[in-house]
């Protein structure tokens, strides 16, 4: 009989567990998925680093009689546990062309080109294997140079440096772990062993341009700093935890889903949860009858709770396999460029399908306690709508002058609230995470970030280095370059453009500070001064023999404003004192300010900012934008080699498309969740209120009033939740994405609030997509009689 | 007098299972204004459909239904709606009211709705008013429907029923799930109305319900197998004989 009862059951109200089984899928999926990923994304660049083997210190060197040095150095250090080195030869990126001699990339940063036998990290393919072979007359490239460059597998480069030139296919990508984000700036290109020896072939290359990557296993960072401070040509050096934070903007997608994961998870127990109570809310009145003629209470529930486990059990199921693919479109913005992954891989998503399927279990338990309260005429009398007997709504239709159908719809939301809850709820979460990553999305593409990667106050146009700027000038000193400056600014003025042009450059020099050695990078402008940076406490160097420094290199070096460190400037070594704090998002915010007078020398010059035009006519955005386009053609420059205070920043951040495409994932997992929550409820409430709806009806309401009275009370909530999600937009904007900024070195972020989107396109959209649901699913209400008001339980 | 409702040759028929169910046959009759008709018979005899066929509820089979003149089998649903709206008044045995609005709100509900109604809220405020108190239950105007006995509720359904002048009350059975104290109160009240020349046309089980009726149809398997007239009730003394006379054709009929 319990069979019978529950066939028809699921027969009976076929739509209503069509769509709850849809949820618990849907549930399924986001929970399995999500719980995956939270432990992904937690374990992060840690799993990535382990299974490349990163070690715990990295040190690069590059240059003339660069190679053995490291060994020389770390040979006797007994806080190392091991040590493994790679030799490389480094190559300036803009020496690799298209085999017809086209520009690739024009950067002077240098690329990698090892020998893939000889590398001592290991890279992984797309399908995150190790890549222990390259054909020879074949690369592999790692990080995103290929996207970046936009050039393909398959395609040929060319590979031009002092007197060798060979023409290599691509044979795909690599995921490396020390070089591949975006932040680090150099890429890797592994060879073939015979295709690595031509390039050693040549004396220049071999002699000049060779260098050595060092992962280095230890527990004592201190100790080896004794050790480090020996070698000669150091280009880079970092902690293992330094090294995560370059990969902080692939987390911040991972994060992102992670938080997404989570709302994910709320929005589909909540709606569970009141799909759940609903339903059997609904079923009181044949509970009631049940009771009537002698079921047991625990045989009531035993019949429901069957009813749910089979519903859970066959969601869960799919659910389960549908939540691998999806947690892995989810995380596949993050995971382009690492190894994301957990031990306990699969494991999570079957435990989290059996914990959902238990917790809907649970939910059915406990909505079906109250059976046990109710004798068989409470039951048929109240349990059909469950509804409190006291007053309900503080508005009344005999004092307001709104049309029935608007004033039905208001005063069902105030009447019963908690009815209308799954819904607010649901939407706002929703609608708050869209926004918060539409503030940082729009701060990423705005001017307002310029402060964390340059001075305070944005320039009208920056340039990529020119021509003069690259190459074997490191005879170059101060004056040579601004010299180079100031002719530019001359050029552009003679074109109609009158301006100061500036950059400013990065030394690196060993600091001493309370006993012990550090290597540290300084900013020194050259027509842009100190005083022009942000300073939050304390003030710009003025003198010679001061410095500004970040908060992250006060920690590092134990320094704070008033105390003095010693600077080695290669020719003098001065005391400076400390004098102020600033932020930037340079160098992980790693950096120092020297004086405008500092005694700076090329030979310690590791790299130099973007030419920073300022115009002294005050021009319009029009006008800058033309003015872009002259000096784009004045040195023939490309389009991304010329740009403006936004372009420039969202530059710098490099992950604005990862952060839109993950923004409109988003939004697009938001519709379709503002679709599912809206169907079922709406659906739920038709169910619930057939009796009153055919009332109406056959009082002469229309059904196009009943609709209207319908999708408006579900226009009211998506609008309530959606004013609640752009006001809290804000703080939680500050409150989630600050940290992860402060993660890469800036402390106080001056978002970019666009109020059009927060205020009006996002929750238009979120409203247009609950309303026409709702329009579209009261439309069901057509098929509801009026003569079924003599019918209706 | 003119005639509000007329049924000529009126057919229902139901498909359940594949199997032709013909629950009104051929039915006639008419109902003159100021008409109080009580349509009784045996369960499962139609007279519910009846009432909903004629009143413009649900859709007829064959025949032809008028409502003070106009053919109602060709409106469309939206026209009906609007009939049913501003012509017709509608008293239902399970006493539905929207449950998120006081007991006035729901009154004046019909009205706010019309487009007929030309008057202002507050004007029809004091319409909803006045009905209350004349059925005497102005003082549960601004209750919640759920804190209100059952003959109060189907009195504040009566006063809906009328909220917006009909020219016919339908009700179905309007006694049907209240005590006898307050059956009789709503029926006195029903009574008082059709005095006051409402037309209304009822269903009901009940003897003494339909003893304060003008005119008595009696219906059987779809057919209409009688009618009686009985006259206006004018006085409770009537009331006892008007039973009896009744009862003796109903039992004539095969009640």
């Known amino acids: 009989m319990y069979f019978n009862i529950l066939k028809k059951d699921l027969k009976r109200k076929k739509t209503m567990n069509i769509v709850l089984l849809l949820f618990i899928i849907l549930a399924t999926m986001f929970v399995s998925s999500g719980l995956n990923n939270v432990l992904t994304v937690l374990n992060g660049t840690d799993y990535f680093f382990d299974k490349a083997g990163v070690g715990d210190y990295v040190i690069i060197t590059m240059g003339e009689n660069s190679v053995g040095n490291i060994s020389n150095a770390l040979d006797n250090a007994d806080c190392i546990d091991d040590y493994r080195v790679e030799t490389a030869v480094f190559i300036n990126q803009n020496n690799v062309t298209r085999t017809d001699g086209t520009e690739i990339n024009s950067t002077s940063n240098v690329a990698l080109f090892q020998a893939v036998d000889n590398a001592k990290l290991n890279i992984f393919d797309k399908n995150n294997e190790k890549i222990t072979e390259v054909n020879e007359g074949e690369v592999i490239i790692c990080g995103k140079y290929m ?8 395609e040929y480069i060319r590979i031009k440096a002092s007197d060798v030139e060979i023409d290599l296919k691509i044979a795909g990508k690599g995921k490396d772990a020390f070089l591949g984000s975006e932040f680090m700036g150099n890429y890797r290109f592994l060879l073939n062993k015979n295709d690595y020896e031509k390039l050693l072939a040549d004396e220049t290359l071999s002699k000049k341009s060779m260098g050595e990557i060092a992962y280095i296993e230890t527990d004592d960072i201190s100790a080896l700093h004794t050790y480090t401070t020996k070698i000669e040509n150091i280009m880079f050096e970092g902690r293992r935890s330094q090294l995560s934070t370059v990969y902080l903007i692939e987390m911040i997608a991972a994060f992102i889903v992670l938080i997404l994961s989570v709302c994910l998870v709320i929005v589909a127990f909540v709606v569970l949860k009141f799909s759940i109570s609903f339903t059997i809310a609904e079923e009181y009145r044949e509970i009631g009858v049940m009771k009537a003629i002698g079921l047991k209470n625990g045989k009531i529930r035993t019949l429901y709770i069957v009813k749910y486990l089979i519903m859970a059990v066959i969601g869960g199921i799919i659910g389960f396999f549908a939540s691998v693919p999806f947690g892995n479109m989810l995380i596949m913005s993050a995971s382009n460029n690492m190894v994301l992954g957990n031990d306990a891989g699969i494991l999570i998503n079957i435990f989290s399908s059996i914990f959902t399927i238990a917790v809907i279990v649970m939910f059915a338990y ?30 009344s239709l005999n004092r307001t002058k709104a049309n029935p159908t608007v004033y039905m719809a208001v005063n069902d939301i105030l009447s019963a609230p908690k009815r209308f809850m799954t819904v607010i709820i649901s939407f706002f979460v929703c609608t708050l995470f869209v926004l918060v990553l539409v503030n940082t999305v729009s701060t990423m593409k705005s001017s307002a970030l310029v402060n964390l990667f340059s001075v305070e106050e944005p320039s009208h146009i920056y340039t990529a280095a020119s021509e003069e700027f690259i190459g074997d000038n490191t005879s170059y000193e101060k004056e040579d370059y601004k010299e180079l400056i100031n002719e530019m600014a001359d050029e552009i003025t003679a074109e109609g453009m009158p301006c100061t042009v500036g950059r400013h450059f990065i030394y690196k ?25 942000a300073y939050f406490e304390g003030t710009a160097p003025q003198n010679i023999n001061e410095i500004a420094v970040t908060p992250q290199v006060s920690e590092k070096i134990n320094a704070k404003i008033g105390d003095t460190v010693t ?10 004192i400390v004098t102020g704090y600033f932020q930037t998002m340079q160098m992980m915010g790693e950096m120092m300010i020297l004086s405008d007078e500092a005694p700076v020398s090329s030979h310690y010059l590791v790299g130099y900012s973007m030419n920073e035009i300022r115009f002294t ?9 033309k003015r872009k386009e002259k000096i784009s053609e004045l040195y023939n420059l490309k389009d991304n080699e010329v740009q403006n205070a936004a372009e420039f920043c969202a530059g710098c951040v490099g992950v604005v498309p990862t952060m839109e495409a993950v923004q409109y994932l988003l939004l697009g997992i938001t519709i379709l969740i503002v679709i599912l929550v809206t169907v079922l409820v709406e659906r739920s409430f038709i169910s619930d209120e057939k009796g009153q709806i055919a009332m109406l009806k056959a009082l002469g309401f229309k059904t196009g009033d009943i609709v209207k009275w319908h999708s408006l009370r579900f226009g009211i909530a998506a609008v309530i939740a959606a004013i609640l999600a752009a006001v809290l937009s804000i703080p939680a904007t500050d409150l989630c994405i600050t940290p992860v900024f402060g993660m890469m070195g800036a402390i106080n972020i001056d978002y970019n609030y666009e109020p059009l989107k927060i205020f009006l396109f996002y929750p238009l959209v979120i409203f247009a997509v609950t309303f026409v ?11 509801i009689k009026t003569s079924e008001v003599s019918g209706i339980e | ?31 003159d204004e100021g008409e109080m008709v009580a349509v009784m018979g045996p369960s499962g005899s139609g007279k519910s459909t009846l009432l909903y066929a004629v009143s413009g509820m649900d859709s007829i089979t064959a025949g032809g239904v008028e409502f003070c003149g106009k053919s109602i089998e060709k409106m469309k649903e939206k026209e009906l709606a609007e009939l049913r709206l501003d012509e017709m008044g509608f008293i239902f045995q399970q006493m539905y009211m929207l449950k998120n609005l006081s007991v006035l709100d729901n009154i004046i509900l019909p009205a706010c709705q019309s487009e007929k109604v030309k008057e202002s809220r507050k004007e029809i405020v004091q319409r909803g008013e006045a009905l209350m108190r004349k059925l005497g239950i102005i003082e549960i105007a601004d209750n919640d429907i759920t804190e209100v006995s059952g003959g109060q509720l189907q009195r504040a359904c009566i006063c809906r029923s009328m909220i917006n002048n009909p020219k016919v009350i339908f009700a179905d059975e309007p006694t049907g799930a209240l005590n006898r104290a307050s059956s009789d109160e709503v029926m006195s009240e029903l009574a008082k109305l059709n005095r006051e020349g409402t037309t209304i046309m009822l269903i009901t089980h009940d003897v003494k319900v339909a003893a304060k009726c003008t005119r008595v149809i009696y219906i059987v398997d779809g057919n209409i197998k009688g009618e009686y007239n009985i006259g206006r009730y004018e006085n409770p003394s009537q009331l006892r004989e008007r039973e009896r006379t009744l009862n003796n054709w109903l039992m004539e009929m095969g009640w």
């Open chain 1, 147 to 154: 996207e970046k460059n936009n050039v393909e597998t398959g």
């Open chain 1, 366 to 395: 406990s909505c079906t306690k109250k059976i046990k309260k109710l004798t068989p005429i409470d039951a048929i009398r109240n349990g059909q709508t469950g509804e409190r007997f006291k007053k309900k709504s503080f508005i």
């Open chain 1, 509 to 533: 020099y060993k600091i001493t500070s309370k006993g012990d050695e550090f290597a540290g990078n300084f900013f020194q402008g050259i027509n842009i001064s100190a005083d022009e940076f």
């Open chain 1, 567 to 576: 600077v080695d400037f290669g020719t003098e070594k001065i005391d400076c």
């Open chain 1, 617 to 625: 006519d005050n021009p319009d955005e029009k006008e800058i934008e």
């Open chain 1, 773 to 783: 649901t709702a329009w579209l699913t009261s439309l069901y209400t057509k098929t």
């Open chain 2, 1 to 31: 007098m003119s005639t509000v409702l007329k049924a000529k040759d009126l057919c229902k028929t139901y498909i359940v299972n594949k199997r032709q169910n013909n629950v009104l046959k051929n039915v006639n009759f008419s109902i």
